[in-house]
């Protein structure tokens, strides 16, 4: 039994088996009492009141600030906004950095292997402005040439958006060249960091990210919680994406003048709740320490692809390394449609996920139309591995297939 294991409420259950951590984490106790104590010891607005309760409201939500931008290595707290979601973050970026500064003629630069929270932003940008998509085509393990970016990233590019690590393939990206590419033609670059803030150190100073996103919710921390970290001066040059409470300085009846960056993209009440359990989460993550992180998820990652191979009519997509998979294994059994699979799984409470994963344009590429999808993290063993395979290997039988 995995130590960690025992911090998880829902994990104590010793009948299933949670392989769906690319979609959302489970949350310690930690992180659960951290928001039970602060709806129950200082719930109120934050930012507004005089009183007690709202100044340490206040506290903790500026607190969990200053501590995610350590988090991520950014330069100071003002250049991390919340939001509701990395889905969000990158709307934002979208809608009021993109609408903004895009003109007819740029190029906005998007990887096949995007989820489609960071290509659809970018289409309504391009469709608005005049811009042109151009993508940037992987090799079959879901890794990036150089050549091809630096093929792909111009004079006329004005954005690169490329998620850090695949939802699908987990194939981590070399985003510090990456940069250095999109900088060296002017560009900037917007990085989905939602599949690897949870997994492995994010410096945004030392990859050199204009902005850099991600979710609390895969990071143990509470659902309706995201981040966008932004250079500072980017930041200031955008308008608001919300507008309203809050995100102001002063309101007449013809105009306003907005706060100062990040409140002025934070309209309306907050949630404080939500930024107390990432704070609290990212200190769990701090104690298990990315060393052993990424250590767990690269065994478990190598077991399961061992067992996988010994299993008939099972294709496994990606890199065969499994250093390259951070704890995603995505794979299909043949004739079996992934809907089933999951189905079947779940008649034995092992939990995966099946369908497009919001990344169509690389199905397509893979020439598939849905696939089955494993995600592991720290908190999984080997043990569970062995019941997983074992179930699985029983599908193509209950369809119909034989032994």
């Known amino acids: 039994m995995n130590e960690y294991k025992q911090d998880f409420p829902i994990l104590r259950d010793p009948n299933y088996i949670y392989f769906d951590n690319a979609a959302t984490t489970q949350r310690p106790r930690q992180v659960l009492d951290a928001v039970e104590h602060f709806y129950q010891t200082e719930n109120a ?25 350590k988090f991520i290595g950014a330069r100071k707290a003002s250049e991390i906004v919340f939001t509701r979601n990395a889905t969000e973050s990158l709307n934002l970026v979208a ?41 940037l085509e992987c090799e079959a393990d879901g890794s990036y040439k150089m050549e091809e970016i630096e093929n792909k990233i111009t004079d006329r590019t004005r954005v690169v958006a490329i998620a850090e690590v695949s939802n699908v393939l987990g194939q981590p990206k070399p985003i510090r060249e990456i940069a250095a590419a999109a900088h060296r033609h002017g560009a900037i670059i917007v990085v989905d960091g939602a599949q690897s803030a949870p997994h492995r150190r994010v410096d945004v100073t030392d990859m050199d990210a204009d902005f ?43 105009d306003a003048t907005y706060a100062e960056v990040p409140h002025k993209f934070e309209a309306g009440t907050v949630n404080a709740a939500g930024a107390v359990g990432l704070a609290a989460a990212i200190d769990y993550v701090g104690q298990v320490g ?16 061992e067992e996988l191979g010994k299993i008939p009519h099972i294709t496994v997509y990606g890199s065969k390394d499994p250093a390259d998979h951070c704890g995603i294994v995505t794979f299909n059994v043949d004739g079996c449609h992934p809907h089933d699979v999951a189905s079947i799984l779940d008649a034995d409470h092992i939990c995966i996920r099946a369908g497009h994963h919001c990344a169509q344009p690389l199905l397509q590429y893979m020439k598939v139309s849905a696939t089955c999808r494993a995600s592991m993290y720290f908190y999984n063993t080997e043990d569970e591995v062995y019941r997983f395979t074992a179930s699985l290997a029983k599908v193509r039988e209950e369809l119909g297939y034989g032994s």
Do not use: C
């Open 95 to 135: 809608y009021s950095w993109g609408r903004t500064f895009v003109r007819e003629g740029d190029e906005i630069v998007v990887s096949v292997s995007e989820h489609h929270s960071n290509i659809l932003p970018w289409q309504m940008v391009a469709k608005e402005t005049g811009a042109k998509l151009v993508w």
């Open 290 to 305: 990315f060393d052993f992180i990424s250590e767990q998820e690269e065994k478990l990652t190598a077991l399961l692809m």
């Open 45 to 69: 607005n934050p930012l507004r009141g005089l009183y007690e309760w709202s100044v340490r409201a206040t506290d903790a939500y500026e607190g969990a600030r200053e501590k995610t931008a």
């Open 212 to 254: 850099f996103v991600f979710s609390g919710h895969k990071l143990l921390a509470p659902m309706g919680i995201g981040v966008l970290y932004g250079k500072a001066e980017l930041l200031e040059a955008m308008p608001p994406f919300l507008t309203g409470g809050e995100m102001i300085e002063y309101v007449t009846r013809e």
